[in-house]
């Protein structure tokens, strides 16, 4: 045996890597990846920081959005959403008529692919709104193309490959949810947003710094609050994701909840796989000891049940799950 006797490979030496005036370091020498890992298997859910946002972007566009909301009803009212696209100013999820629903208004619009953004449907007021939404969602694009190297790699796969799944770059979608979440009088009685896993591929949340207010469903069936980092961002798995890798990485649950003395204000953007390509466990992923644990889809079939029925705990993947699992 040769354990003990020798180094499994070339010693490099630190100080020479340090000096020889690189921008990035090694991969071998990145501990973020494996975190990262962890997180996407164990939680769904992590937070960011380091993440290349300029921190002024972001409390730019929070400060629009909560002036966005501040407006007279009748000018807000002049982007009311219907459910047949959900862009705009809207109050609900799901068209049962009587339904509970959850204690909060929001703004829906798209980003991209370009065939599917529309400026007239973005707010005209304040002033700078569109602008700062711009460069706040192509920065957001970044990240998320970044990410999905990220964990692409940590599966085991070329770097492109959940991408690709999606329908590559250009045909990816990318949405934006401003979630408002007005003072409650009774907030021991209802949810800023029920119980639900996000239906798309990743989630990137710029959450309100002052007001905490998402719980995340802990393995013990707890719900667990999440403290927000200044400047952090909050990233989640989608139910996508989670079927392209065969349950490898969770979509995990979480709900909001409100507040008796201040309002929140939430950004989640949403990078989804484009709507009609098949989506179902990479092939790579799936092997006799791990079968396919879901049937294929594509995202506007699976959107249907979100855009009908609400917010509904897990039950939308649970449906698809292969029956011999
Ligand atoms: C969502 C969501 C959490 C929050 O928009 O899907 O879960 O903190 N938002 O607003
Ligand atoms: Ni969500």
Request: charged share 25%; with cysteine.
């Amino acid at each position: 045996m040769n354990i003990f006797q020798d180094w499994p490979e070339p010693i490099v030496r630190v100080q020479s890597l340090s000096e020889s005036n690189l921008r990035a370091i090694p991969n071998r020498y990145t501990k973020t990846l494996d975190q990262i890992s962890k997180a996407c298997r164990e939680w769904g859910f992590f937070q960011v920081v380091n993440h290349g946002m300029s921190p002024q972007l972001m409390d730019q566009a929070k400060a629009t959005w909560r002036e966005f909301f501040h407006l007279p009803m009748e000018l807000k009212n002049m982007h009311a959403n219907s459910p047949k696209t959900y862009e705009g100013y809207g109050s609900r999820l799901g068209v049962e008529k009587g339904a509970i629903l959850d204690w909060s208004d929001y703004y829906y619009l798209h980003y991209q692919p370009s065939s599917l953004k529309d400026y007239t449907k973005w707010p005209s007021l304040p002033l700078h709104c569109r602008d700062i939404l711009e460069d706040y969602c192509k920065d957001m694009v970044k990240l998320c193309e970044n990410l999905m190297k990220i964990l692409s790699k940590n599966l085991g796969l070329q770097e492109d490959r959940l991408q690709n799944a999606f329908g590559g770059k250009e045909e990816s979608g990318g949405c934006l949810r401003v979630n408002y979440y007005p003072k409650c009088p009774q907030p021991e009685l209802t949810l800023g947003i029920s119980p639900h896993s996000d239906p798309g591929g990743l989630t990137i949340l710029l959450p309100d710094e002052q007001v905490a207010g998402l719980q995340v469903r802990g393995s013990d069936d707890s719900w667990i609050i999440v403290e927000p980092a200044p400047h952090a961002l909050i990233v989640n798995i989608g139910d996508q994701i989670q079927m392209l890798s065969n349950s490898i990485y969770k979509s995990i649950e979480h709900r909001v909840i409100v507040n008796p003395a201040f309002e929140r204000l939430s950004l989640a953007f949403f990078y989804n796989p484009k709507g009609n390509v098949p989506i179902e466990p990479l092939k790579e992923l799936v092997t006799v000891d791990s079968p396919a644990l879901y049937s294929s889809t594509t995202y506007d079939r699976y959107r249907q049940f979100i855009r009908t029925q609400g917010p509904r705990s897990k039950c939308h993947i649970d449906e698809l799950k292969s029956p011999r699992s």
